[in-house]
Each structure stands twice: as C-alpha cells, then as structure tokens.
C-alpha cells in the first residue's frame, strides 16, 4: 500500500490524498484551495485527473469547498462518492451559486451542478469496495453537516482520515464511543490541525453559543443572524433558541429547502432536526419560509410583517444586497441586533482570507460576533490519537503548522510530517 498527500501537508485546504494497493487506488477529497492562499498547482494526477480511471474512484469527506470544489477536474468517468444528505445540501447550494450574475462563477457551478448527477451517495458505516481497497465511512460532527472520516483498509493495513472534525458539537459526543468501536487496528492516521495555532477558536461549544443566542433573542425583539446557509446544527440551535425564547424563526426559501432535507433525512435519530414547520399557533418557533417576489429585495408585507413586529424574530441573512433593505428598515430601531456568526478571519484585513464584499456588507451595522470553530482543539485530538492508538503513527494533514504535532503529540504516536506529493510505503 502506497500513500500520497498531493496536497494539504502544510496549508488548510485544498488536500488532495491517494491511497494504493495492487494497481487500486482512492483519493480523499478535491477541493479549492482558500481564497487568499498561495496557489499550489497540482500536476496531472493518474486515475483521478488524467489517465485510466477504472481502478480508483474519489471519496469525499464533506461539502466545503476546500475539499469538494475541484470536483470538476477529474476524469468524467470517475465515481465519486459523497454522504447522502451532505451531496442533497450540496446540490441546493450549487444550484442556488449557478445563478449569480458573475457569468464565470455561474458557468463553473453549472458544470458542478452537471457532475453531482453522476455522483454515488452511502450512509454511514457502509462498506464501499474498489477492487481490493475497502472504505468505511464513519458519521463525525464538523461544521458541515454529513461530514465523514473514513476508514481505508488494504493490504492488511487500515488508515483512518479524519477530514475536518472537532470535539465541541452537538454530535461530537459520538466521537470517541464511533472511533472505539470501529476504528480499531489502526495503522496510521491521517489528521486535521486546522486549529493548532488557533487555542482561541474553540472556547465556546455549540451548546453554550445557542445559550447565548437564546439570551439574545430573549433580550432583542428583531434578530438578523448572517451565518453560512450549510453550517446546519448552528442553524437547528438558531431554529430552538428562537422557539425558546418565543420569537418567530425567519428564512428565504433556498434555506427552508435544506432545512427539510436534513429534517426529513434525520428527525427520525434526534428531535434537534424537528422542526414543525406549519406551525400556526404560537409564535414561539413559528417558521416563516419568506418567498421573494421576483429579484425584489426581501421585505415583510402586510399581515406578516404586523405580527413579526409585534412578537419578534430572528432571520437568518447572507451578506446579499436582497437582505439589507429589511436589516435597514429594523437597524434603526434599538431593539434590533445584527449576528456574525462565521469566522472572523474574512472579516480582518490583515487576513489573507480577508473578504471586502462581505465587510463592506457588514459596514453600516453594529455587530456582535457570536461564532465557534468547526475544527478540533487540541485536547479533542490528543484524546483521538489516545484512543486509535495508531501504530504506526500520525501523518498531519489541513494545517498550517505540521511541525507543531511533533512537539504536541510526540507522546501519543510517532509523528511522520510528509511533505506534498512524498509517495510513503505503508508498512
Ligand atoms: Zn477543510
Ligand atoms: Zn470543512
């Protein structure tokens, strides 16, 4: 068994990782790399980007587009495989991206939309076989939801890829019970470190942030919150500290759509993904699914708008002119609040990250910054590397710092930081 990190050994995202056995071959995930970074051009990839595709096959971890995005430059016959709520939210969101005005950016979420149809979904746990390579995946919290790590076994070898992952999410208490009963016999792991040089991230869990919004909502009639439409557990505690704090939940109809696909794909495991959406007789949860009439901007009409007036909301928002003349029309008023519930970093100009369009959205309000990462703090990956007890040890993977893991976690396994396109024996 063979194994190369194309990408990813030392920038957080745009990993690309090929797995090999007896002429077989799988890949981890192709996505963009983030805007702002040093560009890393792949060479032509065999199997997955050039050349015969029939012995391998691309498995994907989740939907962000540091690790899905490039999904168009592979071979047109390669399978692809990606979970099956995770590729249905995907398919909304491409959608949706293939009709911004940008007639570029909207060509290449065409051509995404094209390739999601060919695309093969599982579920968790379900064994997936190209030739002799066996892959597991299993159900980890992140802040995309249906986000997976997988188990690669070959050759008498198992590997375990943790694609992005953390320890402070509503699902997260599933992460050592999922890993010791099935991520048994591991050889090496293959680890995100998104937040090894970010202690900070993750002072606060989900649990403790949908408090704080609960706070909020009670103590602010009119609540716009701008977080990332595919972020859904942070969206679900939105939903229930509203209901909480009996204000009405508002959203336009792209995100209601993915709400109801994972309602209807997950309520069964957990009443977190149950919302009652015709719910007409109180206003506490009462779900508003805001149609927009034509290309005009978003506005509360009529009866509507005399009763959200009259018990308060939170609306969920994108930093889309259609949004600002309805925060305008309630920023005014001192019982409104403006909620940034995303990463920091696109915000800070110092920031390669840093996005203009979205600050400048932003500009005119006050805001409160209310947010947690969706990556693992350090004392979640020490616990992982304790419990898989790879024995042949880690390899880093989406990090900035992969020299750091020698001085974390010298203590729970060997550390082995390849560099991009090291083609590593796994013996
Ligand atoms: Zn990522
Ligand atoms: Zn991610």
Redesign the pocket.
């Known amino acids: 068994m063979k194994l190369t990190i194309h990408r990813g050994t030392n920038q957080i995202g745009g990993c690309v990782t090929e797995i090999e056995s007896g002429g077989y071959r799988i890949f981890i995930d192709f996505g963009e790399q983030l805007p702002g970074t040093e560009i890393k051009e792949l060479k032509p990839i065999d199997g997955l980007t050039c050349g015969d595709v029939s012995k391998s096959a691309l498995f994907i971890t ?1 939907y ?1 587009g ?2 899905i995005g490039k999904i168009c430059d592979t071979v047109a016959d390669l399978p692809i495989y990606v979970g099956k709520t995770a590729l249905e939210i995907f398919n909304c969101l491409e959608s949706r991206l293939s009709y911004i005005p940008d007639p570029n950016e909207s060509d290449k979420h065409k051509r995404i939309v094209e390739r999601i149809k060919t695309i093969n979904t599982f579920e968790q746990l379900q064994k997936i076989r190209i030739g002799e390579i066996t892959v597991t995946p299993l159900f980890i919290d ?3 939801f249906a ?1 997976y790590m997988f188990i690669v076994e070959a050759d008498n070898k198992r590997i375990l890829h943790t ?2 992952f953390r320890g402070h999410g509503f699902r997260s208490k599933g992460l050592i019970p999922t890993l010791k009963s099935y991520a048994k016999n591991i050889d090496y792991i293959i680890s995100e470190g998104s937040n090894i040089q970010r202690p900070n991230a993750t002072i606060q869990t989900e649990q403790e942030l949908q408090k704080d919004f609960e706070l909020q909502f009670r103590n602010n009639k009119y609540n716009f919150v701008l977080v990332s439409s595919t972020n859904i557990d942070r969206i679900f505690a939105l939903y229930h500290a509203s209901k909480n704090a009996k204000r009405c939940f508002v959203c336009d109809s792209y995100q209601t759509n993915i709400l109801k696909i994972v309602s209807e794909n997950h309520k069964q495991f957990t009443s977190f993904y149950n919302i009652d959406y015709d719910q007409k007789t109180t206003p506490a949860g009462r779900f508003f699914d805001l149609k927009r009439q034509g290309r005009n901007p978003f506005s509360f009409n009529g009866k509507l708008k005399s009763y959200l007036d009259k018990y308060g909301f939170c609306m969920l928002i994108r930093s889309n002119d259609s949004f600002k003349q309805l925060i305008d029309e309630y920023a005014k008023s001192n019982d409104s609040k403006v909620y940034y519930s995303k990463w920091n970093g696109y915000l800070d100009s110092k920031k390669p990250a840093f996005n203009e369009s979205l600050y400048n959205f932003l500009k005119p309000y006050e805001i409160e910054y209310k947010h947690t990462s ?1 990556h693992a703090d350090l004392e979640t990956l020490k616990t992982v590397f304790e419990t898989v007890k790879p024995k042949g040890g880690i390899i880093p993977i989406h990090t900035e710092a992969p020299e750091k893991f020698q001085e974390l976690f010298h203590e729970q396994a060997t550390i082995i930081p390849l560099h991009d396109g090291d083609v590593f024996d796994v013996k």
């Open positions: 989740h962000h540091d690790h992140h802040s995309a986000a694609g992005d969706g």
